[in-house]
């Protein structure tokens, strides 16, 4: 397989919406397999597209490259922030004796190991002044959002901002929703349990819903009933009530708090902003009123 099909696999995966890695060749001393500037894409699931050259390198490459998918906390060894998980690697190709990888070469191969993820996408299950706050500040953000509701919203979208007027349940099931998807729920509250259900049948990696903490418990212990489950089933993976401790009080406010909760997921922050997220996740919950 040459570059330009490697080029046009990793176009085809991003338009899919597929998780995946690269490794390039950046540096390469003494004899090597391939020169710098070959690549190859690896899956999550193993699968592999290209060659860097050698099983024995590139199957310590691919275990490299499937580590770094599978840590979603990770962003980078190389010293700096960056927007997807990347890591160097050096590969010594001599003997496995010499602390190689079992090559004869007697070379060494420097790789560049770059995660690709899609992009974080909101679905607000609701249709009132929040949810709307939400979509207008997602479509600020340049974050794609769908507005998901069987009642209309009174006021205008953005035009980036797809409006599903369908119930939750049977539109949460159509939607293209994956780990990287968040799912905002700010209903009317007498749909907050069915919205919340059909949310957790997802693979949403961020549920948050709104209300007042005596809300979220009595929504927590209906749907317990509803699913003959305990809460501990779902309670760890609900963000509830929602959103960052800003002091928030109108639905723009309320919106930014939201978002900012949403992204610091996402994004994984730094370890001074997770530590800001677990403090305002435990402190200000309590103060959130039902809207």
């Not at 190389?78 to 004869?104: D, F, N, Q």
């Not at 993820?117 to 939400?134: E, Q």
């Not at 901002?161 to 099931?173: D, I, P, S």
């Not at 709104?210 to 609900?238: C, P, Y």
Request: aromatic fraction near 4%; include cysteine; charge should be neutral.
């Amino acid at each position: 397989m040459n570059p330009a099909d490697v080029l046009r696999k990793m176009a085809e995966l991003a338009e899919l919406e597929v998780s995946f890695a690269t490794i390039t060749v950046v540096g390469a001393k003494g004899s090597s397999p391939r020169g710098v500037g070959a690549k190859m894409v690896v899956l999550e699931d193993g699968t592999r597209v290209g060659t860097i050259g050698g099983d024995c390198l590139e199957s310590q490459a691919v275990d490299a490259a499937l580590r770094l998918m599978a840590d979603r906390n990770s962003s980078s060894n190389m010293g700096a922030k960056a927007e997807a998980p990347v890591a160097l690697l050096s590969v010594y190709l001599e003997e496995e004796e010499r602390g190689g990888v079992g090559m004869l070469c007697g070379g060494r191969v420097d790789l560049l190991i770059e995660v690709f993820r899609p992009r974080l996408k909101v679905v607000v299950a609701g249709s009132g002044p929040v949810a709307t706050s939400v979509a207008r500040l997602a479509d600020f953000l340049e974050i794609p959002c769908t507005l998901l509701d069987p009642v209309p919203p009174r006021a205008p979208l953005p035009r980036s901002v797809r409006f599903v007027n369908k119930l939750h349940e049977e539109g949460m099931a159509e939607l293209p929703i994956n780990e990287d998807t968040a799912i905002v729920i700010v209903t009317r509250h007498k749909n907050d349990v069915p919205a919340l259900r059909a949310a957790l049948s997802t693979k949403a990696g961020y549920v948050g819903m709104i209300g007042s903490r005596h809300r979220v418990q009595t929504i927590f212990n209906r749907l317990s009933q509803e699913m003959g489950v305990g809460q501990d089933a779902f309670r760890s993976r609900v963000h509830a009530p929602i959103g960052l401790d800003l002091g928030a009080i109108t639905p723009q406010e309320i919106a930014l708090s939201i978002l900012a909760e949403v992204l610091m997921w996402f994004r994984r922050g730094s370890s001074a902003s997770r530590a800001l997220y677990a403090e305002a996740s435990t402190k200000g919950r309590a103060g959130q009123t039902d809207r």
